[in-house]
């Protein structure tokens, strides 16, 4: 009984990258960290994963770039970003001052962007991690997502992992027919750990005027809607590769996360909660420990995997 | 810039005409800190439907602890604040984005076409506390939508001007039209309303080299900077985002032809 | 403006097979029609599709078979039926009755399967079509669904073709990396139609149990959640194949069926909203008509596909 | 079987304990064609979250065309429920599915656990109209759940024990316990709440030879017999749906074991 009253042991390993703790927020649903400066006690998240940065600067999609779906959004931002130089001068000092784990998501439209991108952020202080956004068009390939052909998944994969001696997570489409096929591949072209799921492709009309209610006519879906699809895709990467997985899509309350950790994630993201509940991140957080303390478990660790599928 | 996220108290809802309504809403953090222009970002629903969060403008700050919303019922959200009654909770996060400059202009005009005029009444508060001279230009589809808020801004010494589409109320025609013979002697101006009226405007504006603010809105999903969805043209051929550069602007920084 | 007020037409047709209306009831939410007698004029509806039917009758999974997610649901019905033999005895009587078109969805382990199927229904009075799933997995290629491999759903349309002389549509499966791939195959051998969305393959658990919520472990995901994933797809396809397009995914307003429509659907099928609403397929009927009215359009027909793109 | 789609108006909102309310609805179509033991699917949410209708037995019939819900709030869908007040709105689809068999036994025994009892209020009320002896055995985790409803089966004439989790309230334990003494010439027994509860009711009375009818519980979709969602396991090897087979089965028809 003592034992069960002390804090339960939060942290957790992504292969060399060692979290406090499970949650961490997820790119483009929560800016540079310093956004939320004043809703969220920055110092308490696992980690934050930025924004996606590419080597230029990018100016986005035309407007309107969000609209709200049944339980969900549809994004079209197109990837804007301040390019990793103005990231590295004006967004990383106060990153470094947010004692967290700082995770760069980094995306591409030619593989020699991606590894460009790991070894300019290499030796960056307060990076603590590399994300690969690999749902980008491959433009050389004439526009077909990195992440929906595994050779390409793989050559990008190795690119970054050559490039750098940072963490590499490879974050995955879900927009695919084999899920597992795209994690293994990953795995074995040396990602560190692997994150998912992006976003679904999606759409909307208004009936109105008869046009896209996207300025991209197509969008990414998230949001609670997607979860069922999400917990899928983790529960079967995790049962299939060894290297730790990180749980994302449509995760608001603990019992969500506590859902992907059970489904075999070693780590979750938040995103679009972000949005719409900035408290959700520490929620989340009290929100395990407390399911812990209720379960009798020491540490997070502990339930990791844990799903019961027997009788 | 500093945000709250405020468990908000309706005090009271008031339905203005036939889809206004107004809720006032104790939120003591927010009220104290609020600037005429900003907004707060109100969920509106019980639980994930409607999901996201709704911007509005903050209408009135009726004192340090309380302030005022005026919506119109357009969809699921407002339909849900025009349902709650006093006691309900509402969650907000605000104030946000960047409000409306207040200068030492002594005679200013404020234009206000439909439910845009709920930033303007706050504005005009905060004018007439430092005794500026305040014409107020006010267009609506009908009259009842109007009367009330007449009623409000000429209690506060403004002089007001009414326009309507059905004719039922003051000019028959486009609050734009009034504009024009007002702006002699105006040293700034400011708008809120349908684009077309606020491209109007600044086109007057910038005729008459007039100083002129409007408040855009745009799709928002956060209304903290982050998601980068609430973006409009801007001149200079750069996005702006709403929630941060906004929903306050130079009339200037926008492309009001895209 | 006299015209306007004439009643617009709302017929359509699916290649050999003429509807009244473009709105029909989606495979296994409308049960066999009979079960909605009291609630809804059958009549009224332009096709219902019956329950999916394979050669032999089957119990399907254990429980719990269905969990509500957000904005969505997740079944693993196991597509328990009665068998073709009972159906045609039990269930096509009363659908007989009911003055609209019926299609019998059917499906099956084995290629064989769904051509024995095709022949046994192809002189049943009161069968209008044959809607084939292709969702299933197919036991003879390890349980691979046919609907994830172009050369699979290729076969099975082909020898559901060559065993009737029956309108012929196909169902895709949403799980794939490419949509347009799928419908093409399926059109190049035979389909007179092509019907999308079947459910996303979705997840869910109990955290208090650890246990899926489901007792096959993963389930199909419908309802409004997956909407937008739906007209995605619809509008891929619709844009890529000339032969009619029938939308399904999360529709429960006449507005969510216009924008199918827009998007290059012939007509719809509506799923899980019978269940939470079973007037939804009427308010989409005269929801449509009214659409039509206040946008000046004399017929259904003249809508299909007038997305805008343009600038 | 005939159901009807009704919009209900919310007469009166009780809250009889913590977390137990009851609803008091204007449904005359479905107030004048309930029998015991059937029930009604229930829209709870004003959008699409909740999305599903929630499954409620009906409580009472207070007259041809009002009915009564009891009911414990344990989610979302509930919790909305719990929130409504008089002149709400609540759309209803009922009555659904196989209510309880009433023979010609005058002697029987009703176990109710739980939120279980909901149903057997309505039974007993037929029962007693045609005089049958009734004894009511009714368990909850503490006595404030139990109270209110004893009172209302007292009223009818039936003989009432209870039993409570936490010995506030009659018997400390399992309301199955006082079962076995009850069942002395008791000629029919019907049980509803927690499935060991049933399982052990069906069990003595299997032991006495009394028949026995039970009311299951399963998620539901439709409600309807369409969605073939709402499985249990039954004798004989064969999945039941309790919507339409149920939710009163004959206890030997249930697979207690799995
Ligand atoms: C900075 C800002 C301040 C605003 N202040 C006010 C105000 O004081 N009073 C007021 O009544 N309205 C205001 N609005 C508009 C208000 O946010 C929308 O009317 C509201 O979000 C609609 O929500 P809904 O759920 O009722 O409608 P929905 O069902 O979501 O949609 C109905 C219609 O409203 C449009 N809409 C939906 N969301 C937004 C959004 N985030 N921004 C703009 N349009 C949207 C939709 O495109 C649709 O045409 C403001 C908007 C912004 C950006
Ligand atoms: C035929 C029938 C009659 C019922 N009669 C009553 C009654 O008279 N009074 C009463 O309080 N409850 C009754 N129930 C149970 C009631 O339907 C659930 O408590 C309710 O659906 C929970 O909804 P929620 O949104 O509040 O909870 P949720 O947030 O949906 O879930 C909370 C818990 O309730 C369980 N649950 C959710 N949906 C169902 C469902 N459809 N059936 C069973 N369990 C579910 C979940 O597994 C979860 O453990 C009955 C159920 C059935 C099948
Ligand atoms: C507005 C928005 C912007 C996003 N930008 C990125 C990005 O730059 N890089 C990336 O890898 N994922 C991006 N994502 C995807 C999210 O990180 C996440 O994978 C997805 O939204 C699913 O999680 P959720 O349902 O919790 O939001 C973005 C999502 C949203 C909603
Ligand atoms: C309970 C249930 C049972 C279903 N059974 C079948 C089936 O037998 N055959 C089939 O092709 N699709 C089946 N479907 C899929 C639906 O027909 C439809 O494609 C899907 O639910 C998406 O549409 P919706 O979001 O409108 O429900 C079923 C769906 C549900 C919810
Ligand atoms: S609303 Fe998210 S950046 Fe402006
Ligand atoms: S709840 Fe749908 S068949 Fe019983």
Tied chains: 1, 3.
Excluded at chain 1, 281 to 310: A, H
Excluded at chain 2, 67 to 89: M, N, S, W, Y
Aim: proline share 6%; hydrophobic share 45%.
């Amino acid at each position: 009984m003592e034992q069960m009253n002390t804090a339960p042991d939060m942290s957790v390993s992504l292969g060399p990258l060692v979290l406090t703790n499970p949650v961490m927020t997820a790119s483009g649903t929560f800016g540079y960290a310093e956004e939320f400066v004043s809703l969220v006690p920055l110092h308490e998240l696992g980690g934050v994963v930025v924004k996606g940065i590419s080597v230029a600067p990018r100016a986005g999609n035309p407007p309107p770039r969000v609209v709200e779906t049944p339980c969900g959004m549809l994004n079209a931002i197109g990837l804007e970003n301040v390019g990793v130089d103005r990231f590295i001068s004006e967004k990383m000092p106060f990153l470094r001052t947010c004692e967290c784990r700082v995770i760069v998501n980094i995306l591409g439209d030619f593989i020699e962007e991606y590894a460009e991108l790991a070894a300019r952020l290499t030796d960056i202080p307060g990076v603590d991690g590399l994300e690969i956004n690999i749902s980008c068009p491959n433009v050389k390939k004439g526009g077909v997502a990195f992440g929906t052909v595994p050779e390409m998944a793989a050559a990008v994969t190795r690119a970054v992992r050559e490039s750098t001696h940072l963490p590499v997570i490879v974050k995955l489409s879900p927009n695919v027919t084999d899920i597992v096929t795209m994690a293994k591949v990953v795995e074995d072209n040396g990602a560190h750990a692997i994150s998912l799921i992006n976003t679904l492709i999606g759409m909307a009309i208004d009936v109105r005027t008869r046009r896209p209610k996207l300025g991209n006519i197509i969008g990414g879906l998230s949001g609670p809607a997607i979860k069922p699809v999400a917990l899928r895709m983790v529960w079967q990467v995790a049962s299939a590769v060894r290297v730790p997985v990180i749980g994302i899509g449509g995760i608001g309350t603990a019992e969500d996360a506590v859902e992907f950790l059970l489904a075999g994630a070693t780590a979750v993201q938040v995103g679009t909660a972000n949005f719409y509940n900035p408290s959700a991140v520490c929620e989340i957080l009290t929100g395990i420990q407390k399911y812990l303390l209720e379960q009798g478990e020491q540490s997070v660790q502990s339930i990791i995997g844990t799903l019961r599928l027997e009788g | 810039m500093s945000e709250f996220q405020e468990k908000s108290r309706v005090v009271a809802v008031e339905q203005l005409a036939d889809t206004f309504y107004r809720l006032t809403l104790s939120a003591p953090q927010i009220a104290s800190s609020s600037q005429p222009g900003q907004f707060v970002m109100a969920a509106c629903g019980p639980y994930l439907d409607p999901l996201l969060r709704r911007p509005f403008s903050v209408h009135r700050r009726c004192d340090t602890h309380s302030i005022q919303l005026l919506f119109r019922v357009v969809g699921r959200g407002t339909e849900l604040l025009a349902a709650k009654r006093p006691g309900d909770v509402l969650h907000l996060i605000g104030p946000l984005g960047r409000g409306f400059d207040i200068d030492d202009a002594d005679r200013v005009c404020l234009v206000g076409g439909g439910i845009g005029i709920a930033p303007l009444l706050f504005l005009a508060e905060e004018l007439r506390l430092s005794q500026r001279t305040c014409t107020v230009l006010l267009g609506s589809r009908t009259a009842g939508e109007l009367h009330q808020l007449t009623v409000e801004f000429n209690a506060l010494g403004c002089e007001v001007e009414v326009a309507t589409d059905d004719g039922s109320a003051g000019y028959h025609g486009l609050v734009a039209d009034l504009l024009g013979p007002c702006l002699t002697g105006v040293k700034r101006c400011y708008a809120c309303g349908p684009t077309p009226m606020m491209a109007r405007t600044a086109q007057l504006c910038l005729a008459g080299r007039i100083p002129c603010q409007v408040s855009l809105e745009a799709h928002m999903a956060c209304g903290l900077g982050a998601c980068l969805g609430c973006t409009v043209h801007g001149t200079a051929d750069r996005y702006l985002h709403i929630c941060r550069q906004g929903p306050v602007l130079n009339a200037e920084e926008v492309a009001w032809n895209r």
